[in-house]
Nanobody
Framework: QVQLVESGGGLVQAGSSLRLSCAPS????????MGWFRQAPGKEREFVAA????????KYADSVKGRFTISRENAKNTVYLRMNSLKPEDTAVYYC???????????????WGQGTQVTVSS
């Protein structure tokens, strides 16, 4: 069983940066691909970024490409989402997820965190 805990969310102004962290529990973190998804009010949850178990492969949604960076430190059991040049449309609850492959679909992930709120004011 893997439990995921996100942190690092908050209220920031447009153009600012934030770094989200996700600290999974369990002995086999390094074997899982990790993903970040987000859900804005009134919208469905959407893919943001994913990283393979080794960190050698990453994927991004077009809406965040060039602004967000996903990374992981397996020795620290932590995955990060660095978010630069934040926009009001980035406002959402951000979820960390773990699965077998660095996919872009929710069903490809087996474990989910509770989410952390990111609010970007204009």
């Amino acid at each position: 069983q893997v439990q995921l805990v996100e942190s690092g969310g908050g209220l920031v102004q447009a153009g600012s940066s934030l770094r989200l962290s996700c600290a999974p529990s369990g002995r086999f973190f390094s074997l899982y691909a990790m993903g970040w998804f987000r859900q804005a009010p009134g919208k469905e949850r959407e893919f943001v970024a994913a990283i393979s178990w080794s960190g050698g492969s990453t994927k991004y949604a077009d809406s965040v490409k060039g602004r967000f960076t996903i990374s992981r430190e397996n020795a620290k059991n932590t995955v990060y989402l660095r978010m630069n040049s934040l926009k009001p449309e980035d406002t959402a609850v951000y979820y960390c997820a773990a699965g077998d492959g660095a996919g872009t679909e929710e069903h490809q992930y087996d474990y989910w965190g509770q989410g952390t709120q990111v609010t970007v004011s204009s």
